[in-house]
């Protein structure tokens, strides 16, 4: 399908663009629009980031390419986790660091804490896979002669389904750490990222999205 919302247009990328260079033009993109820039464009900084939030997560992007549409909640609930994370995390190092922050790099510490808890999700992800690919060879293993059921089966099936659950909480941990990493990249200061806290922190929004600080 067209571009019917303008997207890719907006990115300037091709509809066939992997995620590398989606997050290479969107980072270009956005730190001149960014509003502390010199040239700075406030909604335009907005445009491209809700872009690229949906370019960037796989199942809106899919949808988009699909159908054309936007799941809207799905777009501000990420960006609600990412910013209630990105407080958390903040307020974690400030209450470390309290009578000492002019010699703290706030930013450096926040990408050091996200790139630490992202590396553990994905070995959290690694190790689900491989609980679900042995399970799933151990069920075409167990046979029952006969119609009854398979009580054994039953058991690899509930419990697939426990680990399936929990598949789906790690990758949403990862992408909003990676949403993390991103907004932490057009920061070129402390003050910007106070000033951002501040303005897009829960409180200020009523956003009631849950903390994901940590590898859940």
Do not use: W
């Not at 019917?4 to 270009?28: C, F, T």
């Amino acid at each position: 399908m067209a571009d019917p919302l303008g997207l890719y247009k907006l990115l300037k990328v091709p509809q066939n663009s992997d995620h590398e260079e989606i997050k290479k033009s969107y980072r270009a993109k956005a730190k001149k629009a960014h509003p502390d820039a010199p040239k700075g464009n406030h909604d335009k900084f907005l445009e491209l980031a809700r872009a690229y939030r949906i370019l960037s997560n796989e199942d809106l992007r899919a949808r988009y390419d699909s159908t054309g549409e936007v799941n809207e909640q799905a777009v501000i609930s990420l960006h609600a986790e990412m910013i209630q994370c990105l407080v958390s995390a903040f307020r974690q190092v400030l209450g470390i660091v309290a009578n000492n922050t002019e010699k703290v790099d706030f930013i450096g510490e926040l990408k050091k804490h996200f790139n630490d808890t992202k590396s553990q999700g994905l070995k959290n992800k690694v190790q689900v896979v491989r609980k679900i690919d042995i399970l799933e060879t151990l069920k075409k293993r167990i046979d029952k002669e006969g119609d009854g059921r398979n009580i054994f089966v039953v058991e690899i099936d509930t419990m697939l389904t426990d680990l399936q659950g929990k598949m789906k909480i790690v990758n949403r941990n990862i992408e909003v750490f990676e949403s993390c990493l991103e907004e932490l990249s057009l920061y070129k200061s402390e003050v910007e990222l106070v000033r951002h806290v501040v303005m897009f922190s829960p409180t200020a929004t009523g956003s009631t999205a849950t903390s994901t600080f940590g590898v859940r």
